[in-house]
């Protein structure tokens, strides 16, 4: 028997180095990404490697306008040292770089990625917009494919290869590494390999460190992990029991008998009542004010609307657009039939009420007739549509109230409506992606089923913006739609204030409800708690004064009134048989 080889500390290391060369060589594309907690301001350390393929440059590009962010490449720069012979420079657009290198072999380039915020752990209320950019805590960091991650021009997303990506942490701070290509585990480095676009490596959630709390539900269907970071107001195994209750709901109406891991983050916004969130690749991202729980209205709903976004539009056909604006064109089903089963499966899994459904119901419907863009059309909508949430809110509102209308003309043909002709439409998520876009399958299932009256409601209420005929039994058997004088929102005050980045009151109206309480013109905004078109629930304002900080509290109204929809429930619906064969799903 020979004697066994002891290797030196050193060779073990180049060991390891040429083991993590030959798994790069074997990537078509692969990026190492280091968060840098010792920094100021702190950063992502990236390199990319691919393959020179005879060019002698190569150019890079980060996208451009998704989530209405438009200056992703602001936060780059070249790193330090480069490769021998490799070059990182910026071209005209601040979203491309060339990078020149030798014709032969593997490129490897270095940049940097700075973080949005230089302290997101300081409390201060954060912009909805800050949840798509990279943040860097004290011991957790978090960014999407998008802002980090550029693609070589020479493999678009018409080119599928092998895709790589590594999370590596530092032996001092390592935590659990998560999102939608990892499973939550602690450990000091991960690798992900895929096959198929650079699409799968942009469209995801990547996020670690000791900052992040991991908790796990196996359903019968597939694995859920739940992640959270930071003051939460419900506790971790709480929001993981009710999110996976929601998920297995979702699973059981599609008829997903097997369903891939799937991650639901939250990220504290340390906002009091202001609640959003996005569907990656298999990976829902909240953020969530500081009293999301049970007890708040977005609660359930926000869960359930952003992974309902599995299925539609993700599942029902390939893209809608080649650019944010083009998709946003076509927001009415990916956004408009979620709000949809949003709403009908919280009301059939038994999760509300038919009072509580009503309510809610009630509430979308007057946000949007009282919406200043009620009758926008969608090309002027598409641009604003992350910007002006009042504009994007109406492609929400508009698909909803023409799903509810589709669905009871199917039933009137057949018990099972709009359920059955959506799940005959879905598809592999594979198959989907490379399938007609979402919008133009439903329309032409619907189209078969119903007419020409479909696409014509489409360019009607939501191409050209005219207003719908909310007729009384619009919401179904269980429920009458009647108009009633309700109190006109009034906030007193210009709320794109809030969002302009100066952080200052503007246009506080005299003698309205904002000035009577006390606000002014110039006050420095330290935090708000705003329920938009809510006049029962006060505005709570904090501004900064001389004598220190002030909280305003005022109902937003002033006596006018407008004429809005209200939906009731039905004397008897709860044991009338055409409700209860419309419940069930």
């Known amino acids: 028997m020979s004697r066994p080889q002891i290797l030196s500390a050193a060779a073990c290391l180049l060991l390891l180095a040429g083991a993590a060369r030959a798994e790069e060589a074997a990537c078509d594309l692969h990026y190492r990404v280091t968060p840098r907690y010792d920094t100021q301001p702190r950063r992502l350390d990236v390199e990319l490697s691919f393959a020179a393929e005879g060019r002698r440059e190569s150019w890079l590009r980060l996208s451009n306008g998704w989530a209405g962010i438009k200056d992703f490449g602001a936060s780059l720069s070249p790193a330090g040292d480069q490769a021998a012979g490799v070059k990182l420079l910026p ?22 990625v700075r973080a949005a915020l230089a302290d997101p752990d300081d409390g201060k209320t954060q912009n909805q917009d800050q949840l798509y950019r990279t943040q860097i805590g004290a011991d957790w960091f978090q960014f999407f494919g998008y802002g980090v991650l550029p693609s ?13 990506l590594s999370l590596v942490q530092r032996s001092n701070l390592t935590g659990p590494l998560l999102g939608s290509h990892f499973d939550g585990k602690v450990q000091a480095q991960a690798e992900a390999s895929l096959q198929g676009t650079h699409a799968l490596l942009r469209h995801a959630f990547y996020a670690g460190g000791p900052g992040w709390r991991v908790v796990e539900r196996q359903l019968a269907s597939g694995p859920v992990v739940t992640a959270s970071r930071g003051p939460q107001s419900l506790g971790d195994a709480a929001f993981a029991d009710q999110v996976a209750r929601l998920l297995d709901a979702h699973r059981r109406f599609w008829g997903d008998a097997s369903s891939p891991r799937q991650s639901v983050v939250r990220t504290p916004n340390n906002s009091r009542g202001n609640n959003g969130g996005t569907l990656v690749h298999q990976a829902a991202v909240l953020h969530v004010s500081s009293d999301f729980g049970p007890n708040n209205d977005s609660f359930d709903f926000l869960i359930g609307h952003e992974n309902l976004h599995q299925w539609l539009p993700h599942r029902l056909g390939g893209h809608d657009g080649n650019t944010p604006e083009a998709a946003a064109r076509h927001y009415w089903l990916s956004e408009g039939l979620t709000d949809y ?12 009420t038919l009072d509580r459904y009503a309510e809610l119901l009630t509430r979308a419907l007057r946000g949007h007739w009282r919406s200043p863009a009620r009758n926008a059309t969608a090309e002027s909508i598409a641009p604003r549509f992350f910007s002006d949430r009042d504009a994007g809110r109406q492609m929400y509102s508009r698909g909803e109230i023409l799903a509810m209308g589709w669905d009871r003309e199917l039933r009137a043909k057949d018990p099972t409506g709009l359920d059955a002709l959506l799940r005959g439409l879905m598809l592999p998520e594979q198959q989907a992606r490379g399938a007609e876009p979402a919008h133009e399958r439903v329309l032409k299932a619907l189209t078969a089923a119903l007419g020409p009256r479909p696409r014509e409601q489409v360019q009607a209420h939501v191409v050209e913006g005219r207003s719908f005929e909310l007729d009384e039994g619009l919401a179904g058997p269980c429920f009458a739609l009647r108009w009633d004088e309700v109190p006109r929102w009034v906030p007193g005050f210009d709320m794109a204030s809030l969002t302009s980045g100066a952080y200052k009151v503007q246009g506080v109206i005299v003698d309205g409800p904002a000035h009577k309480a006390g606000l002014r013109d110039g006050m420095e905004l330290k935090g708000w708690s705003i329920f938009g078109n809510e006049v029962a629930k006060p505005i709570e304002i904090k501004v900064k004064t001389e004598a220190g900080d002030r909280e305003i509290k005022y109902l937003p109204v002033d006596g006018s009134t407008d004429r809005l929809p209200t939906l009731t429930v039905r004397p008897g619906a709860a044991t009338d048989a055409a409700c209860q064969t419309w419940l069930r799903r």
Do not use: F, N, S
């Not at 089963?341 to 509300?352: D, F, K």
């Open 91 to 112: 071209g005209e657009d601040i979203h491309r770089w060339k990078v020149e290198h030798g014709p032969e072999g593997q490129v490897r380039v270095g940049y940097q």
């Open 152 to 164: 070589v021009e020479a493999w678009d997303d018409k080119r599928a290869g092998r895709m790589c």
């Open 341 to 352: 089963y949003t709403h009908r499966l919280l009301l059939a899994g038994g999760l509300w």
